[in-house]
C-alpha cells in the first residue's frame, strides 16, 4: 500500500501535507493504494490546475482511491465531486483530522517532517482561517474563521523540525499576521500577537539559525514583531506584504485595512533600522473598476517599495465575492497590467540581484545545486553542498536570475 499527497497553492498546504504524510501512515493496507489531491482555489486559474492535477494523479494511477481536499473542496465541492477521477472529498476543515482518514489518533500533535529532508526548510503552521472579508477572496469560504495554534503547540512543531536537522523555520498561516486574536495573553484576557510567538520560538531555540515569516498582513504588524523585523538577526530580513494594491480608491473596495501611506510607512521603518531587508508582496492586477490612473498607481507603489519578491495574479472573478458583482476590467486589459506589473518587478528585481554581487551572503542549501540566501535572493551551489546545510557564498555574477561565484 503506498500514499500519494499532492500539493497545490499556498505555503500553509505545503505544511499540512507534509502532517498528511504522516497522518497517513496508518492507514490501513487492506485500503489498498491512495492518492490525496490538497486542492487550491485562490484564484479560477488554481481550480483549473487543481482539475488537472486530478486526471493526471488517475492516469499516473488508476487503480488507488483519489481523494480530494484542501480549499477547492469547499469552494468547488459539486464539480470536483462530478468528476469521474475523485473516489471523494474530504472537508478542508477535517483534513488533519485523523477520523477523517479512518485512522488512529496520533498520540502527540503531527508535525510537519516526517520524512527526513522532505524539505530543506521546515513550515510550520501556526493559524488557520481568516475573519477578514477581502470583496475579492474565497479563502474565508475554504478555510473557516481565524483558529491560533497554541504556543505549546507551534513549539513541538519546531523541535520536531530542529531534531530532524532543519536550519530554517517558516511560520505560515492564511492569516499569518492574526495569530493570538483568539488566544488570551498571560496576563488576562487581552490577545497574544505574532511577535510574542517569535520570541518564544526564538528563546526555546537559542541555536535555531533562521526564523522566516511567509505572508504577512502589514495592518496586523505588532510593535514585538517590528522590533524582530528590524533587529533580530536570526528573523530573515525578508518581507512579503499582503499588500493587493498601490490605489486608496482600489484598495477600499477590496476592503483593505490599510492605505498606500501605510505600506510606504511600514517598509521605510523597516528599512531605516534594517537596509538590506528584502520586500515582496502579492499584488493584484486588473481588479474591478481599475483604470488607468489605479494602474499607474500600482506600478508606481513596486517602484516606491522596491519590490523584489513579486506575486502578481490577474484579477479573477470568485463564486459569491462581492467583487464578482462589481463593474469587471476585460481579461485582455488584465493580461497586459499582469504583465507590466511582471516586467516593473523584474526590473528592479535585477538590479537587485546585480547589486549583491561581491557581497557575502549565508545561504540554505537546496536540491539542484541551489539555495536562498537570508533576504531570499537565489543562489546557485556547488552539487556536492548537502540540502539543508548553510554554506557562506561570495557571489561573482548573476546568471538567469541566479546569483553564481
Known amino acids: 500500500m503506498t500514499v500519494e499527497v499532492h500539493s497545490l497553492g499556498c505555503r500553509l498546504n505545503i505544511s499540512e501535507s507534509e502532517t498528511l504524510r504522516g497522518l497517513l501512515r496508518g492507514v490501513s493496507e487492506t485500503d489498498g493504494d491512495l492518492v490525496v489531491v ?24 488508476p487503480d488507488a482511491r483519489l481523494i480530494v481536499t484542501g480549499c477547492a473542496a469547499e469552494v468547488e465541492r459539486a464539480m470536483l465531486a462530478a468528476m469521474p477521477e475523485v473516489d471523494g472529498l474530504v472537508p478542508n476543515t477535517a483534513k488533519l483530522d485523523p477520523r477523517a482518514w479512518n485512522v488512529a489518533p496520533a498520540p502527540a500533535p503531527v508535525a510537519g517532517p516526517l520524512r527526513r529532508h522532505a524539505y530543506t526548510r521546515g513550515f510550520v503552521q501556526v493559524q488557520n482561517g481568516c475573519d477578514h472579508a477581502c470583496t475579492f477572496c474565497v479563502i474565508p469560504q475554504g478555510r473557516g474563521p481565524s483558529r491560533s495554534r497554541s504556543i505549546s503547540e507551534v513549539l513541538h512543531d519546531v523541535a520536531v523540525h530542529r531534531d530532524a536537522g532543519v536550519n530554517e523555520i517558516v511560520l505560515t498561516g492564511v492569516d499569518l499576521t492574526s495569530w493570538g486574536s483568539d488566544l488570551d495573553g498571560a496576563s488576562g484576557p487581552a490577545p497574544v500577537r505574532l511577535g510574542a510567538l517569535c520570541e518564544a520560538i526564538l528563546a526555546r531555540f537559542p541555536t535555531l539559525p533562521r526564523l522566516r515569516l511567509s505572508s504577512i498582513d502589514g495592518a496586523e504588524v505588532d510593535e514585538a514583531l517590528f522590533e524582530l523585523l528590524a533587529g533580530e538577526a536570526r528573523v530573515m530580513p525578508h518581507v512579503h506584504l499582503s499588500l493587493q494594491h498601490g490605489h486608496d480608491l482600489i484598495l477600499k473596495r477590496m476592503k483593505r485595512r490599510h492605505s498606500r501611506a501605510d505600506a510606504v510607512s511600514l517598509v521605510s521603518a523597516l528599512r531605516a533600522r534594517r537596509p538590506e531587508i528584502a520586500i515582496g508582496a502579492d499584488l493584484i492586477a486588473g481588479f474591478p473598476t481599475e483604470d488607468e490612473e489605479a ?10 517599495l522596491q519590490v523584489v519578491h513579486g506575486h502578481v495574479f490577474p484579477y479573477s472573478q470568485r463564486p459569491g465575492t462581492p467583487a464578482a458583482r462589481m463593474p469587471q476590467v476585460d481579461a485582455a486589459t488584465i493580461k497586459a497590467r499582469a504583465a507590466d506589473l511582471r516586467a516593473k518587478i523584474a526590473k528592479i528585481r535585477a538590479n537587485w540581484l546585480a547589486g549583491l554581487v561581491g557581497k557575502p551572503l549565508s545561504v540554505l542549501a537546496e536540491r539542484g545545486a541551489k539555495g536562498h540566501a537570508e533576504n531570499f535572493a537565489p543562489v546557485g551551489l556547488p552539487a556536492d553542498v548537502q540540502p539543508g546545510t548553510l554554506i557562506r557564498v561570495t557571489p561573482a555574477r548573476v546568471v538567469e536570475g541566479i546569483l553564481e561565484s
Open 38 to 61: 490538497n486542492s487550491c482555489a485562490v484564484t479560477a486559474e488554481a481550480v483549473r490546475q487543481t482539475r488537472q492535477a486530478i486526471r493526471r494523479a488517475r492516469k499516473e494511477r
Open 295 to 304: 494602474h499607474a498607481a500600482n506600478l508606481s507603489i513596486v517602484e516606491e
